[in-house]
């Protein structure tokens, strides 16, 4: 079993003072990929440390050098960053996406190739795609430019799997909730940022033409939710009014290992980290 966990730490400096640190130590998941870190490369590196000693001191590596970390800095100043933590070997490593060049797409997506415990290997993409503004053009723009080279990248990385390949999963913050069961107010957000038609119709196309699985939904069934992300305004956390926009979306063969998932919601609203839960799903590779 490996277990795979996506979380968007609203500001990797700002999840340590709130306690995240605390969840690593009880968690330690054999693949961590984190969106929104938002620090300097300067800053990330001793909050990497520090969840190092913790995989160190859980057993997951035989000391902190043994974790393997990778992460992107977004070009402009206090946005985006990706990241990604791993007790596996880690055998190839990329960075973005072609055809991407602008400060704004940087710090969204990298790649790690993984080797699991049995022998195989898997790619994990860590991924962040832009939030979008249904009111300005160009966040919007921004936001189908970067899913529109998504496409691309799936495309290859579906060949890849369906030819006995690498097998992939896809995780990350994707901005957009799939289906009304996906959001708890959907005919309220339909003209709103991340429950556009034409977003949610990107999402339509990974599942259905390029046959990655959403594999939380898949477990989970046809049910409300469960959400990941809360609005930090009003009661929205208390009241549980949420979006799942938080996913991991897998290759077929991979999919089909999956044995179950956790979405580690905080107790109460003050003891919560970032203004997403960590969504964990497990894998018998």
């Not at 974790?67 to 880690?90: F, I, P, Q, S, Y």
């Not at 049995?118 to 790619?123: A, D, F, K, R």
């Not at 077929?252 to 919601?265: N, Q």
């Amino acid at each position: 079993m490996i277990t795979i966990t996506t979380s968007n730490m609203n500001g990797i400096r700002a999840a340590r003072r709130k306690g995240v640190e605390t969840w690593a130590g009880r968690n330690t998941p054999d693949v961590w990929c984190m969106q929104e870190v938002r620090a300097p490369q300067s800053e990330i590196d001793p909050i990497f440390d520090a969840f190092a000693f913790d995989y160190a001191t859980r057993g997951k590596v035989s000391d902190p050098s043994g974790l393997n970390r990778m992460n992107e800095v977004c070009r402009v100043k206090g946005r985006a960053g990706v990241g990604l933590v791993t007790d596996l070997e880690v055998v190839a490593r990329r960075h973005g996406l072609p055809g991407l060049d602008e400060d704004v797409d940087s710090g969204r997506w990298i790649e790690a190739d993984v080797v699991t415990p049995q022998g195989y290997t898997l790619t994990v993409a860590c991924v962040y795609v832009h939030a979008g503004n249904a009111d300005d053009e160009t966040k919007m723009a921004q936001k189908y430019r970067f899913l529109d080279a998504m496409l691309v990248r799936m495309g290859q990385l579906r060949d890849e799997a369906a030819r006995g390949g690498r097998q992939a999963v896809l995780c990350g913050d994707f901005n957009i909730a799939h289906t009304p069961l996906d959001i708890r107010n959907a005919k309220a957000n339909e003209t709103h940022a991340g429950f556009l038609p034409a977003e949610r119709a990107y999402v339509d196309k990974w599942l259905d033409e390029y046959e990655f699985v959403d594999v939380m939904r898949d477990l989970a069934g046809d049910i409300q939710g469960p959400y990941t992300w809360w609005s930090q305004r009003g009661r929205a956390f208390d009241n549980n009014v949420g979006w799942r926009i938080d996913y991991q979306f897998a290759t077929p063969e991979l999919a089909e290992t999956a044995r179950g998932f956790v979405i580690d919601k905080a107790p109460t609203y003050d003891m919560r980290w970032s203004d997403h839960a960590p969504l964990t799903i497990t894998y018998d590779v």
